[in-house]
């Protein structure tokens, strides 16, 4: 089994639409990662989490809200989807500082 | 945070030769990371090089880091097919810095 999922790996919605995308890891890291990808680009960071009580913003987390249910669980929430929130989301692990990020398959929204 | 320039940009090699790619980078660093992703999926973690170390090896790459020059070299020797993804350099700064990725390398290995 992977040791972090991503769920739906594929998902269509429309303008508007609040969707939520789910993120679990069995390897016990602490810490926590959303990112998004377009086209031809590297990685944005849009919220991470250090543990179950510490949420921070990254780079573009506007339009986008997130989640820490436990250790092993980081959703992220798009309150209301628009076009150019077309991306694959990726969530990553961490253990401590410093170290690997371990990423999880992606998500490939397409947001009509 | 800091993020690496990687160079160049786009490289297509035949299989069996070797491939090597750079990375430049702003400020003193702890440690730089490379990773790999193969097209539409997650990235995959390569090697790991710390601030105090020179090269470092791992099956058929080496990573080479130079603090005086802030750059890296990852270099893949005797290139296959399957080496065909993009290649994405991170240097890592002070403490609870995060990894923040430039556009990546894309390597294409004709067989």
């Known amino acids: 089994d992977a040791d972090v999922t991503q769920t739906p790996r594929n998902r269509i919605t429309k303008t508007g639409k609040r969707i939520m995308l789910e993120c679990s890891q069995t390897k016990g890291h602490d810490r926590m990662y959303w990112y998004r990808q377009d086209p031809g680009l590297g990685l944005r960071l849009i919220y991470y989490s250090f543990d179950v009580k510490d949420i921070n913003k990254g780079e573009i987390s506007d339009g986008y809200s997130v989640s820490r249910q436990a250790q092993a669980k980081f959703s992220l929430s798009l309150e209301s989807a628009i076009p150019n929130q077309t991306a694959l989301y990726f969530c990553a692990t961490q253990q401590g500082d410093q170290e690997t990020q371990y990423f999880g398959p992606g998500t490939r929204l397409l947001v009509l | ?111």
């Open chain 2, 1 to 111: 945070s800091q993020q690496g320039e990687e160079d160049p940009q786009a490289l297509s090699i035949q299989e069996g030769e070797n491939a090597t790619m750079n990375c430049s980078y702003k400020t003193s660093i702890n440690n730089l990371q490379w990773y790999r992703q193969n097209s539409g999926r997650g990235l995959v973690h390569l090697i790991l090089i710390r601030s105090n170390e020179r090269e470092k090896h791992s099956g058929r790459l080496r990573v080479t880091l130079d603090t005086s020059k802030k750059s890296s070299s990852l270099l893949i020797t005797a290139s296959r097919a399957a080496d065909t993804a993009s290649y994405f350099c991170a240097p890592l700064t002070g403490a609870n810095s995060k990894l923040t990725f430039g556009k990546g390398i894309t390597l294409s290995v004709r067989p």
